[in-house]
RNA sequence: GGCCUCGUAGUUCAAUGGAUAGAACGGAAGUUUCCUAAACUUUAAAUACAGGUUCGAUUCCUGUCGAGGCUACCA
């Protein structure tokens, strides 16, 4: 009994008997019915007017008292202006929940061997300087796609791309070469990604001081950038490495092996582990051959000093340049490559690109000089573009110092986490490697709600003063709900496995908050759905707060253990579980754990 | 300049073209001898502006104003 489907059903052979229309349950489109009528689907009638050759309010009636007339599930309906507001009677719902309870891959389909393949890539990080907020939100988006991909039934493999070489992986290095004098994390205590980032911000310090020496002496601020010696020696390294150069190039490895330590110990915290790893300094090169190959069918053009050049301004776009004219590789050179690599290495159906909108027309491009090269897979390529981040002090400058350490900031939430549970006092009889782990769900499961309950397109203010907040609108208020479910059906007499089994009980009236859960589980396989084809994890946290915050306000209103009677206690109880396995399953899907109590 | 996004309560976010635009935080006022008060209840408060399409527009189109991004032989 699929309520939703059984009246969608009904009223397209309403409308067909009535007015003669021909249309079919999957275009009658029902939503649900405002709180302040009564009623839990309602129909617009606007759109059949003009079959009906009547006003909205009679054609309303009359669908309404065809359904009652004929269906015993109807139990009755209302008309307010052109909207057809029914409801069903209890041994509908009932009905529903039965089939639900017992469904414990509710909302989700299986993968199995003819399951289509996707590749999702990110974080893909500079391996110069530690990770940021910016890269929280990719990673959180990331994986919870990957989530709702596979809850579609996908095959999911995630690959992440270092961009490990070039302008910037040499500043780190000449910075550590001038002042390190040999000093490892080792040596410092350091996490080694810090370390790293460290030095960095060291060369920009002291490349900021010559030029600002130089600008005193009298050079124009391009003169002084033109003539400065650190930047002379960033490029004759880039240079070095690319010529092999083994002193650089065991500096360039220990350098990186120690941000690769501490991005690993970082994606553990945060519960992600990327399966393939590509390196910009592997397919830096290879794109040449396919440059050479689109210079030959055409699609490519060279300029006289032998730079190579694609014209898209057909296409709206500009020309954009391919390989340079000392015959080095560009960015995009190198995603063409990268994007032939994962083909030939994995037989994928669906390629996803998790970076920022500050990206979209660079994808744009890449994805037509694709098209154009008449890559097969050209089409199946996606750039799931999210909006950047933002402080209330405004953008994020690495230069200003305003960035946002993912670690610290990981950190900071956690602790804040530790700080309320230890206050509450309902927690003393964990141990404390337990205790840890509680602190780390909750701390992560208020970021990561906070940043993923934003539609992913837009842009968001993160303000890390409300992103510690575990009340109202958080991860740890959905978390708090569950805990209060799990505690709730502790205290009762029978165990999870006995309340599936149970058959509900025929209870004669359902309060409005039932029916509210009722139909809010019966809307969850719908919205899984709607978030993996739109991915958006954001629908996923919008559902599972209403729910959690429907469930707060039934278990006010209404006692689960000293119920009026012992059917409706185990109805209740029954109802209970399931929305906090619902609860638990959507959570998931975010990436977030709930804990059995807190 | 050109191209692309986005303007919703004081703030941060919602709303397949549908009813009186929902929440949370913050403000005001309440609820605990009762299953976890990280909860619940009440209350004040918003669609930048001007046109158009439509039975109906926060949503679609045009213009104005405002914010951001892209527009490198950077990544």
């Known amino acids: ?86 409801s069903l009677n209890e041994n509908s719902w009932l009905a529903f929940f039965s089939s639900l309870i017992k469904n414990n891959n509710y909302g989700f389909k299986t993968t199995g061997p003819d399951s289509k393949s996707v590749m999702i890539e990110y974080p893909s990080p500079n391996t110069n300087k530690p990770l940021h907020l910016g890269h929280l939100r990719n990673i959180f988006l990331g994986a919870s796609v990957s989530e709702l991909l596979k809850a579609n039934g996908y095959h999911v493999i995630h690959s992440c791309l270092y961009n ?43 490349y900021k001081e010559e030029i600002e020496k130089l600008i005193a002496e009298g050079l124009s601020k391009e003169d002084a950038e033109k003539h400065s010696e650190l930047s002379k020696k960033v490029n004759e390294m880039t240079v070095a490495w690319e010529k092999g150069d083994s002193e650089i190039r065991s500096l360039w490895k220990k350098m990186n ?31 040449k051959e396919t440059v050479q190959e689109g210079l030959e069918k055409g699609i490519f053009f060279q300029k006289e000093d032998g730079s190579i050049w694609i014209d898209l301004t057909a296409e709206g776009l500009d020309q954009k340049v391919v390989l340079r004219s000392n015959g080095t590789s560009v960015y995009i050179t190198q995603d063409i490559a990268t994007a032939n690599e994962k083909e030939r290495d994995f037989p994928i159906d669906k390629s996803i690109y998790v970076v920022g909108n500050e990206q979209d027309y660079h994808f744009k491009v890449l994805f037509l000089i694709l098209k154009k090269l008449g890559k097969s897979y050209a089409d199946h390529l996606f750039h799931l573009s999210y909006g950047m981040v933002e402080l209330p002090t405004g953008k994020m400058k690495s230069r200003e110092g305003t960035v946002v350490d993912a670690d610290d900031l990981a950190k900071e939430v956690i602790d804040r986490a530790e700080e309320v549970t230890r206050a509450q006092g309902r927690i003393d009889h964990l141990s404390e490697s337990e205790k840890k782990e509680l602190f780390r769900i909750l701390g992560l ?56 089994n149970l058959p509900i009980p025929a209870i004669d009236s359902l309060q409005k908050e039932e029916l509210e859960l009722l139909r809010l589980q019966h809307a969850f396989p719908s919205i899984i759905a709607e978030a993996c084809l739109t991915y958006s994890p954001a629908l996923i946290a919008n559902f599972v707060y209403e729910l959690a915050r429907n469930f707060n306000q039934f278990y006010h209103e209404h006692s689960v253990l000293k119920a009026e009677s012992q059917e409706i206690r185990q109805f209740r109880l029954q109802l209970s579980l399931k929305t906090g396995y619902l609860i638990r399953d959507a959570m998931k899907l975010l990436g977030i754990a709930v804990p059995e109590r807190m």
């Open 1 to 86: 009994m699929n309520p939703e489907l059984f009246l969608q059903e009904k009223i397209a052979q309403a409308l067909n008997e009535l007015f003669g229309l021909e249309t079919s349950a999957g275009q009658i489109s029902l939503q649900k019915t405002r709180a302040e009528f009564k009623g839990e689907f309602t129909l617009v009638t606007f759109p059949y007017i003009k079959v009906s050759k009547k006003s909205p309010e009679q054609t309303g009636e009359a669908i309404g008292t065809w359904l009652k007339s004929r269906t015993i599930e109807t139990k009755e309906f209302n008309v307010v202006k052109g909207f057809l507001n029914i």
């Open 164 to 206: 490990d070489r070039g302008t910037n992986i040499s500043k780190s290095m000449l910075a550590w070469q001038m002042f390190a004098n040999g000093s490892t994390p080792e040596f410092t205590g350091q996490k080694p990604d810090h370390f790293v980032g460290d030095y960095y911000v060291k060369f920009s310090n002291a």
């Open 257 to 287: 092996d120690w941000v690769y330590t501490g991005f690993n110990e970082t994606y553990e915290l945060l519960g992600i582990q990327p399966e393939k790893f590509y390196y910009e300094s592997d397919v830096y090169d290879l794109g």
């Open 445 to 500: 499961g208020a970021l990561k709600y906070f940043i993923l309950k934003v539609d992913p397109k837009k842009k968001m203010v993160f303000n890390p003063e409300e992103s510690v907040d575990l009340q109202g609108n958080t991860g740890p208020f959905i978390q708090y709900s569950h805990a209060r479910i799990r505690s709730v059906i502790l205290n009762s007499d029978k165990n999870d496995n006995e309340l599936l």
